[in-house]
């Protein structure tokens, strides 16, 4: 949707990536929180960045991660292009909900609007994860793809991209956010670059088994299939609470759940609100119990990504 004076905003959402076994292949978008950003097309070629918000993120196009992402773009049309991006985050940077995804998808998706739908779905992830190489040192598409095509996707390959849409039963999504920061940078450098194959044989049997209980809606099987032994061992230890907290949602009904991307947020997938809700409980009385402020979210899979609003 085109707005007054030619202006486009969208709401972008927060995505939850890895989806637990499925490190840098799946990930999901839900439709709590979400930022907001406002686009509009400017005389002068080139990006300007505004941000509404209290994060003090870099304004220099090259150093954000939406800015990085519309550059990528104008860098392919080659035409003497300006675009205005005003941004107001309401997924902390830093909190493992795909903040960096959001900025960049929801600015890409917003300029290909006022370009008329030029580019493809498959193009703006493309142009998108250089927000995250930005954002983390690598590409990635894990957040990208699902923050733009809604739902859960599978990322194939990315080089090139494979991007696959899976269908899932309904499911609700509780997040807990420790107020602590764990770049994905750092969480990125301490994991090991090799794996035993007994561990990876687990691990492909429950990427397998996870995509094949989305596709046939059977909760047992997603929920023996959240597990993972090859990321969550190394980068748990830098969540406190972790342990207590996955045991007792467990307890208290959820299918099961993980690190969120790369952390701290942690989240728990429960096939009805109630019980999603007493997770949420739970996790409130673990941090309750530490002394650590946090925020929960209890939301559920947005299918659609990248919404235009007025
Ligand atoms: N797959 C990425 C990681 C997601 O776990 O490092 C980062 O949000």
């Not at 995505?15 to 637990?20: D, G, I, K, L, R």
């Not at 997938?269 to 007493?278: F, N, Y």
Request: charged share 20%.
């Amino acid at each position: 949707m085109m707005g007054s004076g030619g202006s486009v905003s969208v709401r972008s959402p927060a995505t939850v990536a890895n989806m637990v076994c499925g490190f840098d292949v799946l990930g999901f978008a839900v439709n709590d929180p979400y930022d907001e950003m406002h686009i509009r097309f400017t005389d002068e070629a080139g990006i300007i960045i505004i941000n509404e918000d209290e994060y003090n993120l870099p304004t220099e196009p090259e150093l954000n991660v939406a800015g990085a992402a519309l550059l990528a773009m104008l860098e392919e049309l080659n035409e003497p292009i300006g675009f205005e991006l005003r941004i107001c985050k309401h997924i902390k940077p830093g909190s493992g909900v795909g903040s960096s995804a959001a900025s960049a998808a929801g600015a890409v998706v917003a300029a290909n609007r006022l370009l008329n739908d030029r580019f493809t779905k498959e193009d703006l992830v493309r142009f998108a994860m250089n927000g995250e190489k930005v954002a983390s040192g690598v590409k990635h598409a894990d957040n990208i793809a699902p923050c733009i095509y809604g739902g859960v996707t599978l990322i194939r390959s990315i080089f090139p991209l494979d991007i696959i849409e899976l269908t899932a039963p309904p499911l609700y999504v509780t997040i807990v956010h420790p107020q602590i920061e764990v770049r994905t940078a750092d969480a990125r450098g301490i994991l090991k670059q090799q794996v035993l194959l007994k561990d990876a044989i687990r691990q492909w049997g429950n990427i397998g088994g996870l995509v094949a209980g989305l596709l046939k809606s059977d909760y047992e099987l997603i929920g023996r299939s959240l597990e993972d032994v090859l990321i969550e061992p190394v980068r748990s230890i830098l969540i406190p609470g972790f342990d207590m907290i996955k045991q007792q949602s467990k307890e208290a009904g959820a299918l099961g759940g993980g690190i969120s991307g790369s952390g701290p947020s942690i989240f728990m997938l429960s096939k009805d609100e109630s019980t999603a809700k007493l997770v949420e409980k739970e996790m409130h009385h673990i941090y309750e119990q530490l002394g650590l402020e946090h925020h929960t979210y209890v939301t559920t899979i947005n299918q659609t990504g990248v919404k235009f609003i007025k």
